[in-house]
């Protein structure tokens, strides 16, 4: 259980830059969840950590050691860090006890061991003897983390682990292996472009795009205070209304929100970012403020669309259960309330 | 012997080439007859294989000289020779004709042959510059099947297989250095004019087969009523099984025509042969008793010609075929396959 | 288990040594082809164009070029029928015509010839020449066939059938074209087969390029009449590969969408079954039956077992064949490392080099091989070293195919996994990718080897003085129409083959299930 800390790190293949300046400090016994689109860098940054690949410039440290800056370059093999591939990587020609049991030294290669890991993994005991083709996805996973997690490593890498899997073993597996982690307390960096999953992984996320960091912190504070309408987005669903600020608060289509937290630095024409969670709809008794554009029936929820009144109307999505949505028609008026305030950011 | 020692060495060679692919200009462990011992005779064997190997046998018997055989025909192991000149591994060329070893003659690759083995062989048979020697003889025949031709219907000259009227009526294999040698007589007796005349007359004619036996088998089959061949294929085979020759007739063209042309084998030593010694007591043998003798009384029947020995008493005379008078040395193999080449035929 | 899937964020560059390795060996590969441009330059076209505008050519050009548009369309009509009727149709017995039909490949093309021609000795020329060959060659266009059969997506069949398509329309309409590939693949390899065949075509007196270049050799050895013979051949062949490449274009099939594949529900033969099982039957009896039939009929002559050569004939080929097969491993490693780890225009064109070399008849290769040990490192000439380095460009392909497979099966991300769990770079490889590799590298050796085994025209003209081969001796025997003695020399090459067949049947099961 070490510090993984970067500094500065930059990465580019040819003349493409995948990685600027990326600083980040995982502290000891936390999770990370680095989250970003595909082709955003993030898989990158991980093999620089493994020591798969060498960082153009920058520092990458465990600890007090240094595994990489100009002059220092420790190989894959001497960092001691764990390595979780998207689809497990299992060796084919071995067995699920010969993969856990792969890296670990002469004399720790135990079956003890090996049964100890494969528990921690949720792994039936059973399983020991087959081979990689005879598991399912989401066991190949656990067999991969456990293997990982068999020689104690100080840190360990998930590479979109759970991207293979399908929905309902995902969630499953998810959990089984943020289990696993939590026991055995090790400092932990996963990566993925699902950001339901980054938010609940764990102590810290990280937000990479265009090969730069561009917020990182725990899930809540970066959920509740995006740094920019498009992390906000990225997040989760977000509503951005064109608004102007006036003393703690603001004014937009829906009337006047508080606001949370004020992100224009007193620049004038800003926007609003709400969350759908924030609204709650009422069919409008004289007053209203937006009009039900279309109503789409889910089964177990609708989607309603609301046109906002005013001079510049703005559409926004909007779910709502099953049976509120059924007393909404197409044409009629609706007033919204905002509960809990927005973020204010600069107008574009 | 020879064959264990070459295993061996081949076995060496190939370990060698595969460990190291680049140790490929180290001659000596890459190549099986450098690396064999020194005394060991390399033949260019262009002779039937079956008659070199029971010559080497019996001389190895003698001498304890090993001798190992590269086997190819005529015209092919002739050009190589010269075209590996003085770096070629042969200490002893072997033809079944002479225009091949002319061909090695004319290049200047050849060394005098001992004044002892020439004396052995009478003149006739080996030319006046004593590069090289008559081995044997095998003179030319018509095949025919009496089924197809009657004795009255056979070509009195092999030059009117060319006329038309034996159109599909006969076969050869041109591709051969028999066939070629045949045609070096007809080139050296008729002229360069009728000899084209006559190649084209023959590719008009002449159902081609691979070789001489496949040319006797099929006159026996009745696929083709006559054929031109060597005699010796059809008496080895008449005192076998008589499979492929058994229904057919051979008819002899005699009257000094270049059809009962008689075609002489020759041996030679290679100037750039380090085995002089050994090189020239290969020759000695096979001109002597014992290696004549190896060709009247064993399966060859070719004819003996020197030492005296005689025939297998199954052949006609050698005297007796009435054989144009062709002096070897002017045998032609480059003007030969280049003719041929130009009718087609090759 | 899908490991190819794993994410590399861009191939890394091959290492130095790599690159120089690999282009060492493809500059070695294109000697052959070398050979050919440099005989028009050395012989100059003043004298190459007699040799190639007679009517001489004009004969060899009309018979292979026949032999190639009659031959190639034969095969694929045996070929793909064979694998539609055993894969696809309620034939009785599918499983043992399946094995069958591939079986002729364990009959060398020469030695079914010899088959025939005592069985039947009025075969020859063009006729006798088709029969043989299309026996002899058309497993080359089943194999691929039934392995893409195998593969195939039902449910393309069953939406045609929905769409109201009858059985021969869905055949001639779905699956037909899905199996472009595979028959222009397998038809390419059937016309190059049939380009550089020797044996089988002298033997029954059919004159194609390969013969005629022969023929020459015998009569000049390596003379500016056969390299011009040779221009001409290569010619044709490297018109056939870019030929094949145009025709096959960018088209790639896959299966779309994940899920297993199900096995089709057969077409019901109902009562052309008896026809099918009498045309198998046939087909079976031509292309095995009468060649086998002949070898054993021969073998039972007596004289035949009292073949002193035999056994240092088959020790000498195992010796060669063997270290043909480990130096086409050797050559194909590093070729193959590099087209499958670092994917690329050098590559490519490392690649490409390679199956231009192989697409060139065994008669080249030799031709090319004669002429540059002789002139230019006689050290090299008439020695072990030359016919396997022949072998080596003979049968290449057969080493790189499986072992691309095998390579692209060992991912690198296997490796790095590996160094993450504390093994060393060369420890990690020597580990993983190496014990992932061992069947594939068997199963390359193994069809090289085998291929180079049963090789004829290449090493009749390399061998080194004194060494017999199988198929040497074997041609020795049959051409001086000494049937007898050159059939236990048949049984021991069609032994020797049956192991390549068998791995080949199984790749193409393999293939298919993919």
Request: net charge negative.
């Amino acid at each position: 259980m070490t510090t993984l800390s970067l500094t500065g790190v930059g990465k580019s293949f040819g003349r493409v830059e995948v990685l600027r300046d990326v600083s980040l400090t995982v502290p000891a016994g936390t999770r990370t969840a680095v989250v970003g689109a595909s082709g955003s860098g993030k898989s990158t940054l991980l093999r620089l950590i493994a020591g798969f690949e060498r960082a153009d410039a920058g520092t990458i440290a465990l600890g007090p050691a240094t595994l990489a800056d100009a002059g220092r370059f420790v190989p894959a093999h001497r960092r001691g860090i764990g390595y979780v591939a998207q689809d497990g990587a299992l060796f084919p020609h071995l067995t699920v006890e010969q993969n856990v049991r792969f890296g670990l030294p002469r004399r720790l290669r135990s079956s003890a061991r090996v049964r100890e890991v494969m528990e921690l993994a949720s792994l039936d005991a059973a399983l020991a003897g087959r081979y990689p083709h005879q598991l399912s996805g989401g066991q190949q996973q656990r067999v991969a983390l456990a293997r990982a997690l068999a020689p104690q490593p100080s840190v360990v890498l998930l590479d979109e682990p759970f991207s293979a899997l399908d929905t309902g073993l995902r969630e499953q597996t998810r959990q089984a292996v943020i289990d696993a982690l939590e026991a055995s307390g090790v400092t932990t960096v996963l990566v993925t472009h699902d950001h339901d999953e980054a938010l609940s992984f764990g102590g810290q996320i990280a937000v990479i795009a265009a090969g730069r960091l561009v917020q990182s912190g725990s899930p809540a504070a970066v959920f509740d205070n995006p740094a920019s309408t498009e992390i906000a987005a990225f997040l989760g669903a977000a509503i951005v209304l064109p608004a102007s600020p006036s003393s703690g608060g603001a004014d937009c289509a829906l009337g006047r929100v508080e606001v949370r937290h004020d992100r224009t630095g007193g620049a004038a024409g800003a926007r609003l970012l709400i969350r759908p969670a924030q609204l709650a709809l009422s069919a409008a008794n004289g007053t209203h403020n937006a009009v039900v554009e279309d109503v789409r029936p889910r089964g177990s929820h609708a989607e309603l669309l609301l046109r906002t009144a005013g001079a510049a109307p703005v559409l926004i999505p909007l779910r709502v259960p099953a049976h509120e949505g059924s007393a909404y028609r197409a044409g009629m008026p609706v007033s919204v309330t905002v509960t809990g305030g927005g973020v204010l950011y600069p107008a574009d | 012997m020879t064959r264990r020692r070459s295993r061996a060495v081949l076995a060496a060679g190939l370990a060698a080439s595969v460990l190291g692919l680049t140790a490929c200009s180290d001659d000596a462990e890459t190549d099986p007859v450098a690396a064999a011992s020194d005394d060991t005779l390399v033949v260019y064997n262009a002779q039937h294989e079956q008659l070199t190997e029971e010559w080497a046998e019996a001389f190895t018997e003698e001498t304890g000289i090993e001798v190992v055989l590269r086997n190819g025909n005529d015209s092919e192991l002739g050009n190589q020779l010269v075209q590996e000149g003085d770096d070629s591994r042969a200490d002893v060329f072997l033809t079944e004709n002479s225009p091949a070893i002319s061909l090695v003659e004319n290049a200047g690759l050849l060394a005098p042959v001992d004044q002892a083995t020439l004396d052995q062989v009478p003149e006739q048979y080996r030319p006046a510059s004593g590069l090289w020697t008559g081995i044997a003889a095998r003179s030319t025949v018509f095949v025919y099947n009496p089924d197809e031709l009657t004795e009255a219907e056979l070509p009195a000259s092999i030059m009117d297989l060319a006329d038309p009227s034996w159109q599909g009526r006969w076969g050869g294999a041109p591709g051969g250095a028999d066939f070629q040698a045949i045609v070096s007589a007809i080139l050296d007796l008729e002229g360069p004019d009728a000899t084209s005349a006559w190649l084209d007359g023959m590719k008009d004619n002449a159902t081609v087969y691979q070789n001489n036996i496949a040319t006797m088998k099929a006159v026996n089959a009745g696929e083709v009523p006559g054929g031109i061949i060597y005699h010796y294929y059809w008496f080895r085979d008449q005192d076998g099984t008589k499979e492929n020759s058994g229904n057919t007739e051979l008819h002899f063209f005699g009257n000094q025509d270049p059809g009962a042309f008689v075609s002489v084998s020759g041996g030679g030593v290679l100037a750039s042969s380090e085995n002089q010694d050994a090189a020239q007591q290969f020759l000695a043998f096979l001109t002597g008793t014992t290696g004549q003798e190896i060709l009247g009384t064993g399966y060859s029947m070719e004819y003996p010609v020197a030492s005296g020995v005689a025939a297998n008493p199954a052949l006609p005379a050698l005297d007796s075929l009435q054989a144009p008078a062709v002096d070897p040395s002017n045998l032609n193999s480059v003007e030969v396959t280049d003719l041929m080449t130009d009718a087609g035929l090759l | 288990m899908t490991v190819t899937s794993v994410r590399t964020p861009r191939s890394s560059p091959p290492s130095i040594a790599l690159i120089v390795v690999a282009a060492v060996l493809a500059a070695v590969l294109l000697v052959p082809l070398g050979y050919v441009v440099s005989v028009v330059a050395d012989v100059g076209w003043g004298t190459l164009e007699p040799l190639i505008f007679r009517p001489r050519v004009g004969e060899l050009l009309v018979n292979t070029v026949l032999l190639v548009v009659l031959g190639v369309p034969l095969t694929v009509l045996l070929g793909v029928g064979g694998a539609w009727l055993v894969e696809r149709t309620t034939l009785p017995g599918r499983r043992f015509w399946a094995i069958v039909l591939v079986a002729p490949l364990a009959i060398p093309a020469f030695v079914s010839s010899y088959g025939w021609a005592s069985a039947v000795p009025s075969i020859h020329g063009l006729s006798g020449g088709l029969l043989v060959a299309v026996l002899a060659y058309y497993p080359l266009v089943y194999l691929p066939a039934l392995a893409t059969l195998r593969g195939l997506d039902p449910a393309l069949e069953e939406s045609a059938r929905s769409l109201g398509l009858g059985s021969w329309a869905v055949f001639a309409r779905v699956v037909l074209p899905q199996l472009r590939l595979a028959i222009l693949g397998g038809g390419l390899i059937v016309a190059l087969h049939l380009l550089a065949e020797y044996g089988a075509f002298a033997f029954i007196r059919f004159d194609t390029f390969t013969t005629a270049i022969v023929v020459q050799y015998q009569s000049t050895f390596a003379g500016p009449a056969a390299g011009a013979l040779g221009v001409v051949l290569s010619v044709l062949c490297l018109t056939l590969l870019v030929g094949e490449a145009a025709a096959r274009g960018r088209a790639r099939y896959a299966r779309v969408g994940s899920g297993a594949v199900r096995a089709a529900v057969p077409v019901r033969l109902g009562t052309l079954t008896a026809p099918a099982l009498l045309a198998l039957t046939a087909l079976g009896a031509a292309a095995v039956g009468v060649p086998l039939a002949s070898v054993v009929r021969w073998l039972a002559h007596g004289s035949s077992w009292s073949q002193p050569e035999l056994p240092s004939a088959l020790t000498q080929t195992v010796l060669l064949a063997g270290g043909g097969a480990i130096a086409a491993m050797l050559v194909a490693l590093p070729l193959a490392w590099l087209t499958a780890r670092h994917p690329g225009p050098l590559a490519r064109l490392l690649e490409g080099s390679s199956y231009v070399a192989a697409s060139l008849p065994a008669i080249i290769v030799a031709l090319a091989l004669v002429t540059v040990t002789l002139r230019v490192l006689p050290g090299l000439y008439q020695t072990a070293f030359t016919v396997v380095l022949a072998y080596v460009m003979i049968f290449l392909p057969r080493a790189l195919v499986p072992l691309r497979a095998g390579i692209a099966q060992a991912p690198v991300a296997l490796e790095e996994m590996a160094r993450s769990l504390g093994y060393p770079p060369l420890l990690a490889r020597l580990r993983v990718t190496v014990p992932l590799l061992v069947p594939s590298l068997a199963a390359g050796a193994a069809l090289a080897g085998l291929g180079a085994a049963n090789e004829l025209t290449a090493t009749l003209l390399l061998a080194p003085t004194g060494t017999r081969t199988l198929a040497t001796q074997f041609w020795s025997q049959a051409s001086a129409i000494d049937y007898p003695a050159a059939a236990p020399y048949a049984v021991a090459l069609i032994l020797l083959s049956v192991p390549a067949v068998a791995l080949m049947y199984a790749q193409s099961r393999r293939w298919g299930a993919r």
